[in-house]
């Protein structure tokens, strides 16, 4: 007799059957939640992640405990040279005041971790930012989830909270978290305490809008950010604080519509941006109908828009391209007279939808493309794949910043469907790559810092940090790769007691010398 067995899915798992949940008590927690015919459509979603994708859902799960310690439990050897605090900031649990589970990625309340490193040991220190969401004062309607009690508790509430859960970065001696809807909590670099919410003299007004995706200029110590304002008609409006910390309006720069623009970055000569079509469908966000991440459309027939702003102050310029979806660029640089930038690109809008129900979301077929656009003097633009694997959070060596590098670092995806499991110095004059798989079933990792070598002068005389998240022990662990050889693996890691939650960016603050 022949016995006709169902076919397995890409990701290897038997469709229909019950997947087990019993290691991630708040999915289970979200899916009650739900209801009953969205709660079945996810449950779909789950038969059909392999065993190992499912073991990497827990990376999802949030942590509630605010630890400080040393850690005791280091593989291989932290370098001595290698001194100074890696900050890092994601969500740190996705729930609103009553403990209600909250659905879009980005609704999470910010958490910062910092490993301090100093004479080959680590310190480990987690605390959420003391918003005004987290203190329970504001904040019933989320990006991605109403609040209950239908039209009339959503009607006219525009705004989702500050979560400040987006980046945290250091500049002229001060630690900021990050949240591009709004203004940036000030956060003491020691303790992680939160010392409140930055307006500097009332530069950030209204709103205050203020990117999580600040760029450094590495020769004048100048910080450039900016905010999408939508009135009286949407604009950047762009920052710089000079190396003293004194922040200033730079120059505003229209947008064709009211779009997320999420980053930016720096030649010598310019600031550049690249507009995604990801456009809000106002009307029912303002009735209260749906929430703003709902609402938040991919609209490609309106097109992309690479806009270059001058810093010696020239005219703006706003060069349309067919519809590109990038939230992260790369690092830009001038090249007689073209401006060339790189951007982690997608193919059409599913990427949104992930987001917006991000505790089942699998990626496999949302695949990302690393790309190259050169931007000539008469508007003409080049598009080149750098890398046909899927690729997320690029990051490069500060010193490097606005100018040609070799050297891109990025987390890849080369097994699992939902995360990210490798890490992958891609060689930009020549393709090549090097890239550490993680082993291990269902763990991940997340993006790739750098920590330069003091006195090195060389693009790879520096360490990657990065975070893993070991699935089975469901804790996670600091990474140390040297630069220059990421695929011999880890020199050394930090093994913490417990995890800590999928996060998005983070940056290295070398110790004073
Ligand atoms: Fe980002």
Known sequence: MVTHLPSPSPSGAVPGSAPDLSRLPDLQRYLATLPVDEREEQRARLARFSEADLLSLGVSEGQLTEYDYRVDDIDGRIPDELAGTLYRNGPGRWQDHAGRPLHHLFDGDGMLSAFSIADGTVHYRNRYVRTRHYLGRTGIRHLGTNAPGGIPANIGRFVPPNLANTNVVKHAG???????????HEIDPDTLETKGLRRFNGELRW?????????????????????VEFIP???????RTDRTGRLKHFRSAPLPYIAMVHDCALTETHLVFLVSPMILDIPPVVLGLKPFGDALRYRPERGSVFILVPRDGGPIRAIEHDAILAFHLSNAHDDRGDVVVDAITYRDGRLLDRLSRFRTAYLDDVPSVFMRY???????VQADPLADVPCEFPRHHDAFEGRAHRYAYLNTRRRLTSFYDSVTRLDLHNGSESTYTTPE?????????????????????????TVEYVARSHTSRLVVFDAADIAAGPIATANLRHHIPQGFHGSFAARSR
């Open 174 to 184: 001060r630690l900021y978290a990050l949240w591009e809807g709004g203004p940036p």
């Open 207 to 227: 709103v205050g809008s203020y990117s999580a995706h600040p760029s450094f200029c590495p020769r004048t110590g100048d910080m450039y950010n900016f905010g």
């Open 233 to 239: 008609r949407p604009h950047l409006r762009i920052y």
């Open 374 to 380: 050169r931007i000539t003097p008469s508007g003409r």
């Open 441 to 465: 079933p269902g763990n991940s990792f997340c993006e790739p810092v750098f920590a330069a070598r003091a006195g090195g002068s060389a693009e790879t005389d520096s360490w990657v940090l």
